[in-house]
């Protein structure tokens, strides 16, 4: 029974150092072996692996390519023209070295996030305040992602503490004003639209003054014009008329004086309410009439 109790213990002992000793790493993992506090050694192949049991401890780090989301309590920030926006972000990151990671950042995964998100903000404030808010909406979105990704591997690889981490992609998925001033940007922006309106509005006002007044001015010139044309051929007509008047009262000039007398008397009758004062003895129309003939 001592030999069966001895051996029983003695595999007892062995199966206890066998699961303290050996460990397994994951192909998602890195596995870390710590002794006295210190790492001893970074296992990046996975399988089964072994340590020394109750004197070294072992830790993981996950190798995936991880995302960092901003979150929802993000202050806002200052853009170039001082426009108070908020924005939101993500950052696509993976460890690359565990023991700088473990060193300079620690030894989990929220730990890295934790630090990633302040250099990730701050690379963000700077950039923004170098951009007005068009610029980070459209013109150039993709160059401020690019600047930030560009700083921020350079503020974590850099210097005498490297993080081992690498930043594979930035990008922002959304740009706004901040809450308390969406109220005063709007009416800024309707205030903006109505004096674009008003300056259509007098622009279009002042051209059709200026239509309107080009219309008069080639108006008046035509009626000028039309009036010029109208007396000259007018005054040839009555060049035309006299030569003819001239030519047939010549004629017969006791006819012709009778003819112009009948005409001025009758525009002088011009209305009925007209009336002339004449003395038909001295008068040598009437006298004509008087003698029942026109004076040859």
């Not at 160059?143 to 490297?162: E, F, L, T, Y």
Request: glycine share 4%; no cysteine.
């Amino acid at each position: 029974m001592n030999k069966l109790g001895s051996l029983a213990a003695v595999v007892v002992l062995a199966l206890v150092v066998f699961l303290t000793s050996a460990f397994v790493v994951d192909q998602r993992q890195f596995g870390l072996v710590y002794q006295f506090g210190q790492i001893q050694k970074v296992i990046s192949s996975p399988g089964l692996h072994w340590k020394v049991p109750f004197v070294q401890s072992v830790s993981h780090l996950d190798k995936r390519l991880l995302t960092l989301e901003s979150q929802d309590t993000e202050a806002p920030m200052l853009t170039a023209e001082k426009q108070r926006i908020v924005i939101d972000w993500y950052v696509r990151w993976r460890i690359t070295d565990p023991r700088a990671y473990v060193q300079n950042v620690g030894r989990t995964i929220v730990d890295g996030e934790l630090q990633l998100t302040r250099t990730v903000r701050n690379a963000f404030q700077e950039e923004i305040n170098r951009h007005t808010v068009k610029e980070l909406i459209s013109t150039k979105r993709d160059q401020v992602m690019a600047d930030v990704k560009r700083a921020v591997n350079a503020a974590i690889s850099q210097g005498q503490k490297p993080w081992g981490v690498e930043v594979v992609d930035v990008r922002m998925t959304r740009a706004d004003y901040a809450e308390s001033i969406i109220d005063s940007v709007y009416q800024r922006m309707a205030t903006d639209r109505e004096r674009v309106a008003n300056a259509l509005r007098s622009a279009g006002a002042a051209e059709g003054e200026k239509i309107r007044a080009d219309a008069d001015r080639q108006r008046e010139v035509l009626l000028a014009n039309a009036y010029r044309d109208a007396q000259k051929i007018k005054g040839e007509g009555d060049a035309a008329a006299n030569s003819v008047y001239a030519e047939v009262f010549g004629q017969d000039p006791q006819f012709a004086q009778f003819y112009r007398n009948l005409r001025a008397y009758t525009e002088s009758f011009d209305k009925k309410s007209d009336v002339m004062v004449i003395d038909p003895q001295s008068n040598e129309f009437f006298k004509a009439m008087r003698s029942g003939m026109a004076p040859r």
